[in-house]
């Protein structure tokens, strides 16, 4: 039996072999082009048709209306939180989750609003307005689909776990910390954007805390947490609406609810609209899109992993990329914000039986009619109930048992951990996620640097835990006037210094000096040119220069830096046997009285 992820993978790469090929024999023209753009990207919607037999689009249909009640008081809330009214959280799901099940690289993704944009969002609304939050998004839009069809979608594991830790732990504080003010009824006209003064805000009106708002929060809170119990069918998070919201109108209570924040909620989607631009503000929004891009490929390609490990298949990366891009061009249009893969909706719709794109369109679909047939009834939910839904997206945000388990992690890791965690509660989350990618790549190249090393080995130097390698230098005899360095790990800039360092260890210059590569796997422009300050030396006091076991990516450096022939092809050998039976050549030479010419053989026969 071959698994589904093998399968689709293997299928992928031999079709992509296929092309390439072809595109070597006949040349590249325009339906070649288009031929070949709909192979490698073509949505896994369409791949799957196949499979929808009557019974298993009955499962998916089932597990679609699911999770679009899931999605229903989740679209609102985030909406909400991010600073805008809620039914554009709605539309958000339904235009934007319909198009990344459509067009989408995953089985079972669920597209829509997200926690993770709240903070990005808010502040651009706050700052730009809504037109200013329609341009970021499309421009984070084009951002991905760029990344896509530019087969980014496997760079995205290489941001480091602490950086996502960080950010999306911080975004978690600063979630709970936007919701008290409703969950606490307290009054306060307008809610500082930062954090500290959203925290010193809350103690100056702590004495306006309303009893009955708090009741209401704390009830919905604890329908959330122990709903459950009862049944994992049918979401907390809606019970504890339905609940709130007919207590509130049945006893008349007094408290703020959407309607009195935000007025009436559309029952429909409005007609498509394209925002007002100039170029000033496109430039000033374009850190802002990126963050949400970065985002969203990072949020939308963590769920399709975590949803390929539960059901044993294979997203294609950048095919989501480029169907994450789409939605969040045209989701703007119709007065959507930003559209990213939903982790918790898309393991929801796993949990019901959805294995196909199927589920998520009808998801979307879901979501459209109980926007057009209840949309009315919306406004009547009450704020501290919607307030104790992202208090509890908080929690599950936060990830505490994680963050403590990488506060055990190595010094470095927990630096960038810290680091990214503090700048994106109490600054910016765009400059967390700068400082914390840039903190970790320098942190990164110092351990580079620790683990290359170089070493002078002279006559009987031994190395103890290397006598089980048959390669060792301890099982041969250097020769008298030989140096023998042998650098370990990638010889890059951050291992330059030791190199030069290591040169000095010795005060006499040697007649012969070999270098030993072996364990130099690839070098980099700063190696290429320590490598030639070397040469110069040697040239200096008469030393030959040697070079041993050099790998495929150095060797191919050093010709293109016009270091192999200042070398000499006679100098540079595959293993240390050689390289010292050269040595004790060009020592016997030189005992029979000829002088050891540092010139190399290709100079000597141009002269």
């Not at 609304?125 to 951002?143: R, S």
């Not at 130097?461 to 006598?467: A, P």
Request: charged content about 15%; aromatic content about 8%.
């Amino acid at each position: 039996m071959v698994f589904p992820a093998l399968q689709e993978g293997a299928l992928e790469i031999i079709t992509q072999k296929h092309y390439i090929e072809t595109a070597a024999r006949h040349g590249l023209n325009c339906s070649f082009f288009l031929s070949y753009l709909f192979t490698m990207f073509k949505p896994k919607f369409f791949t799957l048709l196949p499979e929808l037999t009557p019974e298993r689009i009955l499962k998916d249909v089932i597990a679609g209306i699911m999770v679009g009640i899931v999605a229903l008081p989740l679209a609102i809330a985030f909406a909400i939180a991010s600073g805008v009214s809620p039914e554009k959280g709605l539309i958000t799901a339904v235009v934007g989750g319909f198009l990344v099940s459509f067009l989408g690289g995953s089985r079972v993704q669920i597209g829509g609003p997200t926690g993770a944009f709240i903070v990005i969002l808010y502040g651009i609304v706050q700052q730009y307005g809504i037109n200013g939050l329609m341009l970021a998004t499309m421009m984070a839009g084009v951002i991905l689909m760029l990344m896509g069809f530019a087969q980014f979608g496997s760079l995205i594991k290489f941001i480091p776990y602490t950086v996502i830790v960080g950010f999306t732990s911080g975004i978690a504080i600063i979630i709970f910390s936007s919701q008290v003010k409703d969950f606490l009824g307290l009054d306060i006209a307008t809610v500082p954007a930062d954090f500290i003064g959203k925290w010193s805000a809350y103690g100056h009106k702590f004495s306006t805390l309303d009893p009955t708002s708090l009741m209401i929060g704390m009830l919905a809170l604890l329908i959330i947490i122990f709903w459950p119990k009862v049944s994992r069918k049918i979401p907390g998070s809606l019970i504890a609406i339905v609940a709130t919201t007919v207590i509130v109108q049945y006893f008349h209570i007094h408290v703020a609810t959407i309607e009195s924040r935000f007025g009436e909620i559309p029952s429909m989607i409005p007609a498509p609209s394209l925002p007002s631009f100039d170029f000033a503000t496109v430039r000033n929004l374009i850190m802002p899109a990126t963050t949400i891009a970065l985002l969203g490929a990072i949020e939308a390609l963590l769920s399709a992993v975590v949803a390929d490990g539960m059901i044993g298949s294979r997203h294609k990366s950048n095919m989501e990329l480029i169907a994450q891009g789409a939605a969040n061009i045209i989701t703007p249009l119709f007065g959507g914000i930003p559209v990213t893969g939903a982790i918790a909706r898309t393991a929801t719709n796993i949990k019901n039986g959805g294995r196909t794109p199927l589920a998520g369109i009808v998801h979307a679909i879901t979501l459209l009619l109980i926007m057009l047939l209840f949309g009315r009834w919306a406004k009547l939910i009450p704020m501290p109930a919607l307030a104790a839904i992202l208090i509890i997206v908080a929690w599950n945000m936060s990830e505490i048992k994680v963050f403590q388990q990488l506060l055990k992690s190595p010094r470095s890791d927990v630096i960038v951990l810290l680091t990214t965690f503090t700048l994106t509660v109490v600054f910016d989350l765009t400059l967390a996620i700068e400082i914390g990618m840039l903190l970790s790549v320098i942190l990164f190249m110092q351990r580079m640097a620790q683990l290359s090393n170089v070493g002078v080995i002279t006559q009987e130097l031994t190395d103890r835990d290397e006598e089980d390698d048959p390669n060792t230098i301890v099982t041969r005899k250097v020769p008298e006037g030989v140096e023998v360095f042998e650098i370990s790990g990638p010889f890059f800039f951050g291992a330059a210094s030791k190199f030069r360092d290591a040169m000095h260890v010795v005060e006499k210059a040697p007649k012969i000096r070999i270098i030993r590569m072996r364990k130099v796997l690839s070098i980099d422009a700063t190696g290429l040119n320590m490598m030639r300050d070397l040469l110069k030396d040697c040239k200096k006091t008469t030393t030959r220069l040697i070079l041993s076991g050099v790998h495929a990516q150095p060797l191919f450096a050093l010709q293109q830096y016009g270091l192999y022939d200042e070398i000499g092809e006679e100098n540079i050998f595959g293993n240390i046997d050689d390289a010292l039976d050269h040595a004790r050549e060009l020592l016997g030479l030189a005992k029979m009285g000829r002088q050891l010419n540092f010139v190399p053989t290709v100079e000597r026969e141009m002269k």
